[in-house]
């Protein structure tokens, strides 16, 4: 049993970890293409943005919880102001859409892998107190 039990904990933490790591690379690839767009490449506010060295968060946090909330913000703060830009070109534009469609598949499965990461966990935490 203790040896399932550190089985299943460590299946559960890779599951996590690459869900996270997934996410992560596909904000990399949107920031790519963002900063690739011939009029948003150009954008002082966003050359700042992404060249802030500083810390961003004001409360002690973990670094996992770091890298999420920054992340989010991230992901926040680019779709407002992408959505409220409109490409006359209709490549970008459709771009956008994209990437738009695929954010929010992104944020479903990352959705339903924290449900089944809590899912198993509890499990776990059953089979703990059983075994």
Known sequence: ????????????????LAAFQKTVAMHEVFLIRLTSHPVLREDQNLQV???????????????????????????????????KHVDEDEFFE???????????????AQSASECKVKSRDSLVTCMGKVG
């Open 49 to 83: 943005f992404l060249e802030y060295d500083q810390d961003l968060s004001y409360k002690t946090k973990t670094k996992k919880d770091k890298a999420l909330g920054w992340l989010t913000g991230v992901a926040k703060s680019m779709d407002s102001s992408l959505q």
């Open 94 to 108: 459709g771009q956008k859409s994209f990437i738009f469609h695929y954010l929010r598949m992104i944020k479903d």
């Open 1 to 16: 049993p203790k040896e399932e039990l550190d089985k299943l904990k460590s299946e559960i933490q890779s599951e996590y």
